[in-house]
């Protein structure tokens, strides 16, 4: 059997697969390594979605004698993704505002998949039973629905919107937003400080909400970081963010389980003393 990748012949040793799903598993796994996706599925010259799986997985090897996919670097699918997300919002803001109930019935069909996407990239958008409840009291029916929930879902749909457009942003100007966010960072510095005395004043919500908010930026520069490699791969600040992540990763365990037995002095300690110097020397990259 032969295998494609974008055309081209692949030498990929089959070992116990004995499904075309089997198979694309396989290749799927051994490109996301390279930072790729599979985003077309072609076998023996019938072309085949790959999202509808249950219409090619089953197929058995022995009746296949060619399988070719199509691969994308994995950012410009990502971005694709953000896009149709962010094109299905504005669908249903117009639906709305313009009254068009038959087209807001059809676009509601499509919410299960647009809730499983944005919670894929919004994990803080997932609610306790692991699911993303967007537009929860979204109704075809606008007539019915009174003035003050249809502006409640506009005022939604505008926040979904704006996530959507700043993690765009992140795609198109990666280095740009990478200098934002190590600035963020380091405007966010003095605030680890006041954490133990927050603790020990009983202001337990102001702590988490500082923690959280560092949390937010280290992931934000992580996630940041490939995409800067990938447009320059002499940036010094994605190289200051690999090396900053890796240091921090056994001391930000270590703050999780201080503050979740609310032992303010190993707190302090680990901020003071281990957290804060790895964070000014990755916010000099600023």
């Known amino acids: 059997m032969e295998i494609l990748v974008n055309h081209e012949p692949l030498d990929f040793t089959l070992e116990n697969e004995s499904s075309v799903g089997e198979v694309v598993d396989g290749l799927s796994a051994w490109l996301r390594d390279g930072n790729f996706a599979i985003t077309g599925l072609n076998v023996d010259a019938t072309d085949y979605l790959v999202g509808e799986r249950s219409t090619w997985e089953t197929i058995n090897l022995s009746d296949v004698g060619r399988i070719d996919v199509e691969a994308l670097p994995l950012s410009n699918v990502q971005r694709t993704t953000l896009q149709a997300l962010d094109e299905y919002l504005e669908i249903v803001e117009g639906c709305i505002v ?6 807001l019935a059809d676009a509601t069909a ?4 647009v809730r499983e996407r944005m919670g894929t990239y919004f994990p803080a958008l997932i609610g ?5 409840h967007l537009l929860a009291s979204l109704s075809s029916e606008i007539r019915a629905v009174s003035a003050t929930a249809m502006e409640a879902e506009l005022m939604e749909i505008a926040a979904l919107r704006s996530l959507v457009a700043a993690r765009i942003r992140e795609f198109d100007a990666p280095e740009k937003e990478l200098a934002g966010t190590l600035r963020a960072l380091a405007a966010a510095l003095p ?9 020990q004043t009983g202001k337990q919500k102001a702590a988490m909400d500082a923690v959280v908010a560092l949390t937010e930026l280290l992931d934000k520069s992580v996630r940041l970081t490939p995409l800067v490699e990938a447009a320059n791969a002499d940036s010094s600040a994605s190289a200051a963010v690999r090396t900053a992540t890796q240091q921090l990763s056994p001391f930000l365990v270590e703050l999780s389980g201080a503050l979740e037995s609310g032992d303010t002095v190993l707190v302090g300690d680990l901020l003071e003393y281990e957290i804060s110097p790895i964070l000014q020397t990755l916010a000099r990259e600023a």
């Open 110 to 113: 499509e919410l299960p998949f």
């Open 191 to 199: 605030a680890l400080q006041e954490i133990p005395v927050l603790l």
């Open 128 to 132: 306790v039973d692991g699911q993303a």
């Open 98 to 103: 313009s009254g068009n109930a038959s087209a």
